[in-house]
């Protein structure tokens, strides 16, 4: 009789291995509860992304889950996917109460056996899984390799790692989840103007670098959690090239290589909302010569930042470049010399223009690109962005065009229900109406406002910009202390940006404080921030504080200034009052008119509609400084 032999049923696939941190502990605390939170996760959160991505569970495991994917960049996807909606979940659940999920993901040759799966790339997903952080997600070499051009996702590469039952070491990379091609969003050259719009003192800073809310970044957040396919690169994707030396000598050398690694981190932190290749790889084209177009395919991105470094006399200047690479066009580029700073003692001060240029140059280019393009081809990136744009290119800043913009929103977030983005474009839009309409109904915007703000803060929770956005909204509904408290999570997530110290100082002036206003001003001017459009909005703070003091003088200095960096209709009324009320009537009557070519009809009963304080002494500071010097300008109570 022949006999036979079996073999094994073989297959490659993605094989993802997720288990709870801490499991054990949380049991020990509260077994029901902990139960009970693993089972909602898995209902509301993770079984549906699974689902969505065509993964398999295999098993469970009590306190985790083995999964298959067929598609390793779908396996990828749904891990990002489910850590950053578990970040959202967790937010306002005290640390040891909330679960945090690790994740590890292989791709490897799987034995099959019935439902069940076992072998070598198992075992290895199983010790990914245990390397990575409670809410990270760690893959091996070949996982990274194969979606790197494809999601330009930013790996960090924890190197080999020898770990149980496996012979070999392990190359493990850990996913970058705060600066992925998933949070691919685009910022307006006026953005930091939006913002100023919807809060209680506006200070826009129209047609400059403002690029954020309060000085955040204003688009860090994680919106597109459906990247773009690898033919179309994701929007404001970009690899930060290592800079050419002066010359062949070490020190140059030494020099040019800081001066690439400063760029790069200070544009991953200030734009988080653009997916930008990890330096490791970008340095992998030291000193070779790249076709732009070539390598924006290989690297899946749309734009080069690229630079030279050269000689004069015993001064350095450093010239950076933009290139569309699809295009093999310069977008922006500009030369920093000694006027700008002394390298490489203030290479600080260097990277931060050179940043903040590069920043509005690359916004510049993709609002340009999205306007070009068809609304029906336009992604829910490209309607953010498209929203954005119809905004900020708006000088007269009109109800019209804030009307279409959130139409415009409305249908990126029916595109994608996870477009953050999107979410705070509506959440700033209604301040925005706040403002710009003196007739809406203010109850119920401000309600509006304030449902729209706990929603952006429960999907981003983590991003210093969505709790101003609350701060603001909570302002409005004269909660000041809940204002005060969202605010000093803002600072606590980033103390570096000067504009949430200047949203701070806002909620001051408007409690009848301030005097400690000026001090909060001090403060964030102090940070030196590059962008024009933030010291502007703390100036017009400065002028408004000293207003409230009677220091007119003072509040006349500091609107001159916020005027020249960010032109509006704010600074405009404050000095036509201030000018009055020290008795320097030609001067008040040439603010009132700039005040009113921007807004028509501007009485201080369009002022008061805006209902900015309940507080006894802020309203008496305004009676008697601002309204008291608007009426001797000349202008209307109603």
């Known amino acids: 009789m022949e006999v036979g032999s079996t073999r094994d049923h073989r297959r490659l696939a993605a094989i993802v291995s997720l288990d709870v941190a801490g499991y054990s502990r949380l049991m020990g605390r509260d077994e029901s509860g902990t139960l009970a939170a693993l089972k909602s996760h898995r209902r509301e959160l993770i079984d549906p992304k699974i689902a969505e991505y065509g993964g398999r569970i295999v098993k469970t495991t009590g306190d ?5 994917f067929p598609s390793v960049v779908d396996a990828v996807r749904c891990a990002v996917d489910v850590q950053r909606g578990m970040t959202a979940r967790n937010q306002g659940i005290s640390p040891d109460r909330r679960l945090d999920f690790r994740i590890g993901i292989n791709v490897g040759d799987i034995i099959i056996d019935g439902d069940d799966i076992f072998g070598d790339g198992v075992n290895v997903a199983a010790r990914l899984e245990a390397l990575a952080d409670p809410g990270g997600v760690c893959v091996s070499r070949v996982v990274r390799d194969q979606v790197l051009d494809k999601l330009s996702f930013t790996f960090e590469d924890l190197g080999a790692q020898q770990v149980k039952n496996i012979t ?5 990379y850990r996913v970058e989840l705060g600066s992925t091609a998933l949070r691919a969003q685009g910022l307006g050259r006026k953005r930091w103007s939006r913002f100023a719009r919807t809060a209680r003192w506006r200070w826009p800073a129209a047609g400059l670098l403002a690029l954020g809310i309060v000085a955040m970044g204003f688009w860090g957040g994680s919106q597109f959690l ?6 179309s690169p994701p929007a404001g994707s970009f690899v930060v090239l290592p800079f050419t030396p002066a010359t062949a000598g070490s020190a140059d050398g030494q020099f040019a290589d800081a001066l690439t690694t400063d760029l790069a981190s200070t544009l991953q932190r200030g734009m988080q909302w653009a997916p930008m290749v990890s330096p490791s790889l970008a340095l992998s084209y030291k000193g070779k010569t790249v076709d732009a177009r070539s390598l924006g395919r290989e690297l899946n991105i749309r734009y080069l930042v690229e630079g030279e470094i050269r000689t004069a006399g015993d001064e350095f200047i450093v010239r950076t470049r933009l290139t569309d690479a699809g295009k093999r066009t310069e977008v922006w580029s500009g030369d920093f010399g000694p006027a700008q700073a002394r390298m490489p ?16 140059a690359l916004v510049s280019a993709e609002q340009r690109r999205v306007l070009a393009q068809p609304l029906a081809e336009l992604s829910a990136t490209d309607l953010t962005f498209r929203a954005d744009a119809l905004q900020e290119n708006d000088p007269k800043e009109s109800l019209s065009t804030l009307a279409e913009a959130r139409k415009l929103y409305a249908r990126a977030l029916r595109l994608d229900p996870n477009a953050t983005q999107a979410l705070m474009g509506q959440a700033l839009a209604i301040g925005s109406e706040l403002v710009l309409d003196p007739h809406a109904d203010h109850d119920r915007l401000v309600r509006e406002y304030e449902d729209m703000s706990a929603r952006v803060v429960a999907v981003a929770g983590h991003e210093a910009r969505s709790w101003n956005i609350r701060a603001n909204a909570l302002q409005y509904a004269w909660r000041w202390e809940a204002a005060l408290e969202a605010n000093a999570k803002a600072q606590q997530i980033d103390p570096t940006r000067a504009g949430s110290i200047g949203q701070r100082a806002d909620i001051m002036v408007a409690m009848g404080r301030p005097e400690e206003a000026l001090a909060l001003v001090d403060q964030g001017l102090a940070l030196r921030s590059p962008e024009a459009g933030v010291s502007a909005y703390l100036l017009g703070h400065r002028c408004h504080a000293s207003m409230a003091l009677g220091r007119y003088e003072d509040a006349i200095i500091a609107c001159e200034k916020a005027a020249s960096l960010a032109d509006s209709w704010a600074p405009h009324a404050y000095l036509a009052a201030a000018y009055a009320q020290q008795g320097n009537q030609a001067k ?5 008119a700039k005040l009113l070519t921007q807004r028509p009809g501007f009485s201080i009963a369009d002022y008061k509609a805006q ?6 002494a802020y309203l008496q500071q305004t009676e008697t400084h601002l309204f008291a010097g608007l009426r001797k300008a000349g202008f209307n109570d109603n």
């Open 345 to 360: 003692k203030d290479r600080g001060e260097l990277v931060a223009r050179l940043a903040v240029q590069l920043k509005s």
């Open 226 to 231: 459906h990247p773009e396919p690898a033919s």
């Open 611 to 616: 209902r900015i304080s309940d507080v006894p």
């Open 64 to 68: 985790g889950l083995l999964l298959e």
């Open 168 to 172: 070999r070491p392990i190359d493990v």
């Open 588 to 592: 008040a009557e040439a603010e009132k």
